[in-house]
């Protein structure tokens, strides 16, 4: 009798097949990063929190809240002392003094914390005066104004007005008559913008300086130089025959004493001639014309200067 053969039943694995080897199994992401699943999860957790910190500080930002403690503090501040209640000037000398009061006490709040010093700056650089400012702070209770103040060089006359400037032609404020005695006046439209280079003609001749009264700026071009003996010098254009031609007119002043003569004006604005206009007036004591009165016919003619008869109109 033949035998059976017995089956047993379970987890039976059936052979793998001859010539096949069995699929590697493939580690996962988190598996292949240098570091730990526990601690990427970390990182996770504290960019989240992170994230919701920077959001919350936006939103109380944008409804003022910072704004509101920080004025709470300074307020703190100034009720505990730390209050504008003096202003120190330093290097005012012609600006007006109530001026710069009136910007250092315009404030929102007098509380120290809360004073705003680059617009009390901006606000001084304003005015004409001011050529620069420093506002600085000096506990408890004091503002620092320093002032580097503009220096006078001339008076600009326009339209029926007198105003001061400085050797660049800023404008530092309207004055009376009264006060362009020891200043040199400059005449015509945007003369003030050229007062620099003025300067810079009259030092060619340092001589003149002295007896120069006043300059007109003619037609946006050239300069009309007036001396105090009541003379006018009309310069030619452009930066450099201007100085040459008052160089020039400086020498011939020295060799021959051409102002105080009695010529009333100077023509160099052709370099190649020299023109000088005499004033054939009859002038009183006080300087003022009057008409000449005719000689009797057996008067003897006057005589002409020996100096002045080589000088005519055209020389």
């Known amino acids: 009798m033949a035998s059976r053969a017995t089956i047993k039943r379970g987890n039976v694995r059936p052979a793998p097949a001859r010539g096949r080897k069995p699929a590697a199994k493939r580690p996962g992401l988190l598996a292949s990063l240098p570091v730990s699943p526990a601690t990427i999860q970390k990182a996770v957790t504290w960019s989240l929190l992170g994230l919701g910190a920077a959001i919350a500080l936006l939103v109380l930002q944008a409804f003022g ?3 509101l403690a920080g004025n709470e503090v300074a307020k703190a501040f100034g009720q ?3 209050e504008v209640k003096r ?3 330093r290097g005012i000398r012609n600006m007006d003094r109530l001026t710069v009061y009136a910007i250092a006490f315009d404030q929102h709040s007098m509380a120290m914390p809360l004073v705003d010093l680059e617009t009390v700056r901006a606000r001084l650089l304003r005015y004409g005066w001011v050529q620069d400012a420093r506002v600085s702070r000096r506990l408890p209770d004091t503002l620092v104004v320093d002032i580097v103040e503009r220096t006078p060089a ?3 006359q326009h339209q029926g007005r007198l105003r001061l400037i400085d050797a660049s ?3 530092l404020e309207d004055i009376s008559g009264e006060a362009t005695r020891d200043l040199p006046l400059l005449i015509g439209p945007n003369a003030n913008r050229h007062a620099g280079e003025l300067a810079s003609l009259v030092a060619k001749a340092p001589s003149l300086k002295p007896v120069i009264s006043g300059a007109t700026w003619i037609g946006e071009r050239r300069w009309d130089l007036r001396f105090q003996s009541g003379e006018t ?3 030619p254009e452009g930066q450099e025959e201007a100085e040459r031609a008052l160089v020039r007119f400086a020498r011939m002043h020295t060799a021959q004493r051409l102002l105080g003569r009695g010529f009333l004006r100077f023509d160099m604005r052709d370099p190649t001639r020299f ?3 005499v004033d054939r007036q009859v002038r009183a004591i006080d300087g003022t014309a009057v008409q000449p009165q005719p000689e009797p016919p057996t008067a003897t003619p006057a005589t002409t200067s020996p100096a002045l008869q080589k000088v005519n109109d055209t020389i």
């Open 233 to 235: 010098l009309a310069l």
């Open 275 to 277: 023109v000088a206009r």
């Open 87 to 89: 202003v120190d000037l």
């Open 65 to 67: 809240v910072f704004a």
């Open 154 to 156: 001339a008076v600009w």
């Open 169 to 171: 032609g800023v404008i």
């Open 80 to 82: 505990a002392g730390f």
